[in-house]
C-alpha cells in the first residue's frame, strides 16, 4: 500500500507521492476542525479494512489519474451541528489536499459514525 506513488515529471524535475502523504493530509485536515472527536474504523466493512490498499485508518482515497474521491468516516463531539462539522471538513480536506498536491479532489464524502459526549468517554453508535 504504502509504496504505490503518484509520479509528476517534466524534462527538468520530477515530483512523487506516496499514498500514504495523501492519507497524513486528509487524517490531519480533519483533525484540525472543531467538533471532530476523531476518526472513526467502525462500520467500516471488514473487507475493506484487511484488503482495500486505498483504506486506511478512517479513511477511503481512490485515485483516478490526477483525481481523488475521498471517504472519511468521523466521530463527532456532543453540542456541535452535524452539518455544519461535516462541512467543514470536506471544506479543509479539498483545500488541504489541491494546495499540498497536484490532485484534484472530485469528491469528498463525510461519514458520521458516532457521537462523543466528552472526549474521553465511549462513542454513542448512530
Known amino acids: 500500500m504504502a509504496n504505490k506513488k503518484k509520479v509528476y515529471e517534466s524534462n527538468e ?3 512523487s507521492y506516496k499514498r500514504n502523504v495523501v492519507f497524513s493530509i486528509v487524517n490531519l485536515a480533519t483533525q484540525e476542525i472543531n ?3 476523531g476518526l472513526s ?3 467500516v466493512n471488514s473487507f475493506k479494512k484487511v484488503f482495500d490498499k486505498n483504506y486506511h485508518k478512517g479513511v477511503l482515497i481512490e485515485f483516478v489519474e490526477n483525481s481523488v474521491y475521498v ?3 468521523v466521530n463527532v463531539l456532543f453540542g456541535y451541528s452535524v452539518k455544519d462539522v461535516a462541512f467543514r471538513v470536506q471544506e479543509n480536506v479539498k483545500s488541504s489536499i489541491e494546495s499540498m498536491t ?3 479532489v472530485e469528491k469528498i464524502n463525510v461519514h458520521v459514525m458516532g457521537v ?3 472526549a474521553g468517554d465511549e462513542i454513542a453508535i448512530m
Do not use: P, T
Open 13 to 15: 524535475w520530477k515530483l
Open 41 to 43: 474504523v467502525e462500520g
Open 35 to 37: 467538533g471532530i472527536a
Open 102 to 104: 497536484d490532485f484534484k
Open 71 to 73: 471517504d472519511v468516516y
Open 116 to 118: 462523543v459526549f466528552n
